[in-house]
């Protein structure tokens, strides 16, 4: 059974920074590809960025690419979202997620998700 326990979110105003952690428990983090989602309300949950197992390959969404930063400590088993600009449609619920393979291509489909941490950006 695979865990994964988001923090690090909460009430920040426009222009601050916030970064998020994820644990994962139950499985091998060094051979799991990892992504974050997040979910607006009354809006689809949708890609934030995605890393490969060795952090080599990172991919973002288009309007996330040069505000958020993707990262993993392998050796801490702890995944990272470093977040700046923000602005108040960042605000979401923010998802951790896993996938039983390297690959971290955008379009990759995950299995095991986080129960979520809120991000809300205040104007």
């Known amino acids: 059974q695979v865990q994964l326990v988001e923090s690090g979110g909460g009430l920040v105003q426009a222009g601050d920074s916030l970064k998020l952690s994820c644990v994962p428990t139950?499985?091998?983090?060094?051979?799991?590809?990892m992504g974050w989602f997040r979910q607006a309300p009354g809006k689809e949950r949708e890609f934030v960025a995605s890393?490969?197992?060795?952090?080599?390959?990172?991919y973002y969404a288009a309007s996330m690419k040069g505000r958020f930063t993707i990262s993993r400590d392998n050796a801490k088993k702890t995944l990272y979202l470093e977040m700046n600009s923000l602005k108040p449609e960042d605000t979401a619920v923010y998802y951790c997620?896993?996938?039983?393979?390297?690959?971290?291509?955008?379009?990759?489909?995950?299995?095991?998700w986080g129960q979520g941490t809120q991000v809300t950006v205040s104007s």
């Open positions: 139950g499985r091998t983090f060094s051979s799991s590809a």
């Open positions: 890393i490969s197992c060795g952090g080599g390959s990172t």
């Open positions: 997620a896993a996938r039983g393979s390297c690959n971290a291509s955008p379009g990759a489909d995950y299995t095991y």
